[in-house]
């Protein structure tokens, strides 16, 4: 699975949208960028995913460059329950391919 | 997380004594697989199956083995414990064909 790079920490203000880059350059052509969310202690919860269109869904939008080598996640309007540590991953859509997580984004969302 | 369940939630126990965390699924998911997570480390993968009876090792496997005799539960096995493998584990399932993972609410293991 390919190697995904995201920054340690970012802030957001309530209502302002959060912009989360996520760098993949080895990802291969069959790999898909999922995003997942950990909130406090709780377990990780699926977001978004897309192979290089972009995507979105009642909880966010995913942005995939044409080279397919970075992508961002946006939260259109962040609220505070939106703090939480956010979890790119480049994977093969195969039921049985084991997600390999890395350190994430901690996102921290005030008012 | 609805249609999976984990239990015990929270367990303390010592070392040397062998100790089984479960996994039980009402989802019919052929897919099913055993994360720890430790600070600094993230989620790292321990074990998974791909259906009855079918196992295989993840990145962080010694330590630990897992046994799955029906569709609905995957159990993770610490033979032995020791202090190293306190931790919060997750477990997490997946249908064939469908696009995201449910995960459980987890388990925290300590071992004293």
């Known amino acids: 699975d390919a190697k995904t790079t995201q920054p340690p920490s970012m802030d957001c203000a309530e209502g302002r949208a959060a912009n989360l880059p996520c760098n993949h350059s080895?990802?291969?052509?069959?790999?898909?960028v999922y995003w997942y969310r950990q909130i406090h202690s709780q377990g990780p919860q699926y977001i978004i995913h897309g192979l290089k269109n972009n995507e979105t869904n009642e909880m966010a939008s995913l942005i995939i460059t044409e080279d397919r080598k970075s992508s961002t996640l946006i939260l259109p309007h962040a609220t505070l329950r939106d703090t939480a540590v956010y979890y790119c991953?480049?994977?093969?859509?195969?039921?049985?391919?084991?997600?390999?997580f890395g350190k994430g984004t901690t996102l921290s969302v005030s008012s | 997380d609805a249609g999976i369940t984990q239990s015990p939630r929270h367990k303390v126990t010592e070392t040397g004594t062998p100790v089984t965390l479960r996994c039980h699924q009402t989802e019919n998911h052929r897919y099913m697989y055993w994360y720890r997570q430790d600070p600094g480390h993230g989620l790292r993968l321990i074990h998974y199956s791909y259906g009855v009876k079918d196992t295989d090792k993840g990145e962080v496997s010694d330590g630990y083995s897992v046994s799955r005799s029906k569709t609905e539960d995957f159990l993770l096995t610490l033979e032995s414990a020791t202090s190293s493998q306190t931790s919060v584990y997750f477990c997490?399932?997946?249908?064939?064909?469908?696009?995201?993972?449910?995960f459980g609410s987890g388990t925290r293991l300590t071992v004293v």
């Open positions: 991953i480049a994977a093969a859509n195969q039921a049985g391919t084991a997600l390999i």
């Open positions: 080895t990802i291969s052509g069959n790999e898909y």
């Open positions: 997490a399932i997946r249908g064939a064909g469908s696009d995201g993972y449910t």
